[in-house]
């Protein structure tokens, strides 16, 4: 199927999928719009023998897409700005300490924790994997993801203080997450023992340290030109640029793009808008992206549903992932509560945060994005199908029931 093929179905099935959420389902629109999709290929395959020519183009259609691809070349930037940009600044200041600390100390806990219990689990069923590729599924699935995070948050009407700590790591943990999933695949290639920990260092602050001081220029200089002009359109073209080339130009450069987005998303959320722009042009531009936003969101999460239609299964593979679920919600408790725990020697934390963090560490498309880049050699399949279960419970079940599980914790305290 042709490029413009591919476009035209995605287009509209997001666009059926989003009207019908909006007028019967009434769910948030990343979950409505998943589960018709879900449902949908579910449909399909069971349909299978009846409509085999329906199947047949439907799964040509999903196959047809690299996701990977698309989510982290293309639609990741864009997501991950428009997120940003209604970051409160100040809030985030506040709650620096535990952000830093659960997007990097946590992101390591619990790539550990989960590396270690799936190797075991796939002992107990006689499917040895060599470590290095099981801390290579925790690397994978760790990361909590800030399109899932984000899309959700804004409905859940969690505490404000939990939903800046939650959105913050979501966005800052990713250059973590890279580092570790870099280095790990280096390992698997090479050996875990030709691993240099200089070369680590220097991968995180190049990944890292690079990504949010480029995006610190990008987002300057996107203000200082935003600043001299006075025209709408011209503004939302600049920022258009800023997200598209500031993201092309960190992959050429070797730094992490996506932490670049989220730094030129604050700045110009916070410093551009309310210092550089007029009212017509600020809610021009607030509204744009949040129209953007919309629109990938629905994308993304209506490919997600169809990826059922192209991943390839076992009764065990499916036991194994159900009981990940459960490894990946106990590692995700453990990461959050050491961090916690530590700073709440010096600081005050609501109560229950731990278990709101803990069900609001939500999985998404930046998971199945990483599992899909795993070369065949690394058990790609086998680790598909696992974080897929894993990120469509997250978004179904806690994504769904994260405002009312805050609710009956405050009614409820332990």
């Known amino acids: 199927m042709g490029i413009s093929g591919i476009v035209t179905f995605t287009l509209v099935l997001a666009a059926v999928f989003a009207y019908l959420n909006h007028r019967f389902i009434k769910w948030p629109p990343t979950i ?186 990008l987002g300057y200089a996107g203000y200082f030109a935003l600043r001299s002009i006075d025209d709408h359109n011209v503004e939302v073209l600049i920022t258009l640029a800023i997200v598209a080339g500031g993201y092309y130009m960190a992959g050429h450069l070797h730094i992490s793009g996506p932490l670049a987005m989220v730094v030129a998303g604050i700045i110009t959320g916070n410093k551009t808008r309310h210092e550089a722009l007029s009212d017509t042009s600020r809610d021009y531009l607030g509204k744009f992206w949040e129209l953007i936003d919309e629109i990938l969101n629905a994308i993304l999460f209506m490919l997600i549903g169809l990826e059922i239609l192209v991943i390839k299964t076992s009764t065990m593979l499916l036991l194994i992932g159900v009981i990940s679920i459960f490894i990946t919600l106990f590692a995700r408790w453990i990461s959050v509560f050491l961090p916690v725990s530590a700073l709440r020697l010096r600081r005050r934390f609501e109560k229950n945060s731990v278990a709101i963090l803990t069900w609001g560490g939500l999985r998404g498309g930046l998971s199945v994005a990483l599992a899909l880049s795993l070369d065949q050699s690394m058990y790609r399949d086998e680790f598909v ?26 009614r409820h305290p332990f």
């Open 385 to 410: 199908v696992i974080t897929y279960i894993v990120v469509v419970y997250s978004i179904l079940v806690q994504g769904l029931t994260i405002g009312g599980f805050a609710r009956w914790l405050t």
């Open 32 to 217: 409505g719009i998943m589960v018709l999709s879900l449902a949908m290929s579910i449909v399909l395959v069971m349909c299978g023998q009846i409509f085999p020519a329906l199947v047949d183009k439907s799964k040509e259609l999903a196959a047809s897409i690299n996701f990977r691809e698309l989510l982290m070349n293309f639609m990741l930037s864009f997501l991950l700005f428009a997120g940003a940009i209604h970051v409160d600044a100040e809030k985030l200041r506040k709650e620096a300490w535990p952000v830093l600390l659960l997007s990097t100390l946590g992101t390591i806990i619990s790539t550990t924790l989960i590396g270690g219990m799936t190797w075991q689990l796939f002992q107990w069923f006689h499917f040895p994997i060599p470590f290095i590729y099981c801390l290579l599924f925790g690397a994978v699935i760790s990361p909590t993801d800030p399109i899932a995070v984000l899309a959700i948050l804004r409905r859940a009407n969690i505490p404000e203080s939990l939903d800046v700590k939650i959105s913050g790591e979501s966005l800052f943990n990713d250059g973590v997450a890279v580092v570790i999933f870099v280095t790990l695949v280096d390992a698997a290639h090479s050996g875990i023992s030709a691993v240099d920990f200089a070369d680590v260092g220097k991968l995180f602050m190049q990944e890292a340290v690079g990504g949010l001081l480029f995006g610190a220029i």
